[in-house]
């Protein structure tokens, strides 16, 4: 079946058949988008268009239509891979109630280093293209996103126990930014195995948190 491309123009056209169209493009977009995850996976960070086209069973001509230049693609799969790959792990172990501030510690750290493990195509495509000039960093959105969601949680806890919270975000992002360059610098050096690496890094996270916060232990 032939891909009817273009916007139409027709004058007078429904609202319900421009909307129909629109999101026929959006639906089309996210399938094209998605075969550049799955390309990243097989061909590795430095995936050519073909990859993307050979991914969606499709040929270049037709990303071309929806994207109008390989950095465009380059962009958009960037942001599927931080905003709905990597921060959806992230935030999800942050949200879940553990049995101490320890555990959740943790496991949100377990998760990072775990995507670096399981997804290393993925990984080194997204801090590849991190902070590239001109254009909106992924990568850099995700950690905000994790600082933040962990400052609040700092934030509650000190707030519970009467006492001064303007030291959560300094903490939350002195965490994130330590497990995330140590994490990454691992990637390549893999001087010890991904367990290990999550207990090095949380008992150095844990001994200075353990010392501000209240309510550490089990509650």
């Known amino acids: 079946m032939q891909e009817v491309v273009g916007t139409p123009q027709t004058p007078g056209m429904s609202d319900g058949r421009r909307s129909r169209w629109t999101e026929h493009r959006r639906a089309r977009k996210e399938e094209l988008v998605a075969a550049g ?24 001509t037709v990303i071309y239509r929806y994207f109008s230049e390989k950095e ?21 172990e942050l949200a879940i109630e553990r049995e101490d501030d320890l555990q959740r510690l943790r496991s949100v750290i377990a998760a990072f280093v775990q ?16 902070g ?4 909106a960093d992924a990568v850099a959105g995700t950690e905000l996103a994790v600082a ?26 002195g965490v994130v930014g330590m497990v995330q ?13 991904a367990a290990q ?10 001994g200075g948190l353990s010392t501000l916060l209240p309510y550490g232990g089990p509650r």
């Open 37 to 60: 995850v799955e390309a990243v996976r097989l061909a590795g960070p430095d995936f050519a268009v073909e990859d993307v086209a050979r991914a969606a069973g499709v040929s270049k």
């Open 72 to 92: 465009e693609l380059v962009d958009a799969v960037v942001e599927q891979v931080a905003t709905a790959v990597l921060l959806p792990r992230l935030l999800g």
């Open 115 to 130: 995507f670096v493990e399981d997804e290393p195509a993925l990984y080194a495509f997204a801090y590849a293209h991190a």
């Open 132 to 135: 590239r000039s001109g254009r």
């Open 148 to 173: 933040e969601a962990l400052a609040g949680l700092m934030r509650d806890r000190l707030a519970e126990a009467g006492r001064p919270t303007e030291g959560a975000a300094t903490w939350a992002y």
């Open 181 to 193: 360059l140590s994490a990454h610098w691992w990637s390549g050096a893999r001087t010890v195995p």
């Open 197 to 206: 690496l999550v207990d090095q890094l949380t008992a150095l996270a844990w």
